[in-house]
């Protein structure tokens, strides 16, 4: 008999795309992996509502979740609602004491509403507005990745990642951080598998790490 397939659901990073995964490869003869996408949220939706809705596209029972930033944050959510196998997360939190004081000030003072959101219908604006003009390098990899441009989106979702309020860590959660991500510097972060030199986005440009090393983390090897 056969060796039982294990679904894997994978959930990209804020206004992302799974084409962020689109070099993580894990054997065919185990794992399948399968596509979470962001949607709109309705008017002032919960996350915790939000995330029951995009359960609604998980078709397998016992999976694999794996989130990249926001996603890891979203799969938390939805890993409320299911039975999960393994939950992983990748250059994210765990709860709101990893999440850095700039944001948490951003909560305080509600600056998170400042954020001109409507740029993002202009992705060279959007990216030099919010990342500088060190970005003009990188701003290929944004127009590849970026998928969504919904400002109504966008608001939600930093809205939703600043406010977050999960107190208590998941205990099971595994949790991949970069030592050189900007995002969330991992001076904040607990118990994780610290990657050498990986930055936020090292799903993309670190792959053979994840290649090498998620089927023995979500076999638990």
């Known amino acids: 008999m056969g060796q039982e397939i294990i679904h894997v659901y994978l959930m990209p990073g804020m206004a992302a795309s799974p084409k962020i995964f689109e070099y993580i490869k894990l054997p065919e003869s185990q794992f399948k992996m399968h596509y979470l996408e962001w949607i709109v949220p309705l ?8 995330a029951l809705r995009v359960s609604q596209n998980i078709k397998h029972d016992n999976i694999v979740l794996l989130g990249v930033s926001f996603g890891g944050v ?32 951003a ?4 600056a998170y509403k400042l954020v001109p959101t409507q740029l993002a219908s202009n992705i060279d604006v959007f990216a030099k507005y919010a990342f500088g003009n060190v970005v003009s390098k990188r701003l290929e990899l944004y127009k590849k990745y970026l998928s969504v441009n919904d400002s109504k989106y966008l608001s939600w979702a930093i ?4 406010c977050w309020n999960q107190e208590k860590p998941n205990p099971e959660i595994v949790h991949i951080h970069g030592d050189n991500d900007a995002v969330f510097p991992i001076k904040n972060i607990s118990n994780c598998i610290s990657i050498k030199n990986g930055t936020h986005i090292m799903i993309i440009n670190k792959y053979k ?7 023995r983390i979500i076999l638990n090897d």
């Open 159 to 162: 809205k939703n990642m600043v």
């Open 43 to 50: 008017d002032d939706e919960l996350l915790s509502d939000y």
């Open 209 to 215: 790490w994840f290649n090498e090393n998620l089927p």
């Open 107 to 110: 909560k305080a003072t509600k």
């Open 74 to 105: 979203l799969v938390q959510e939805i890993s409320k609602y299911l039975k999960v196998n393994r939950l992983i997360i990748v250059s994210s939190v765990k709860s709101v004491h990893e999440i850095p004081k700039h944001m948490l000030l």
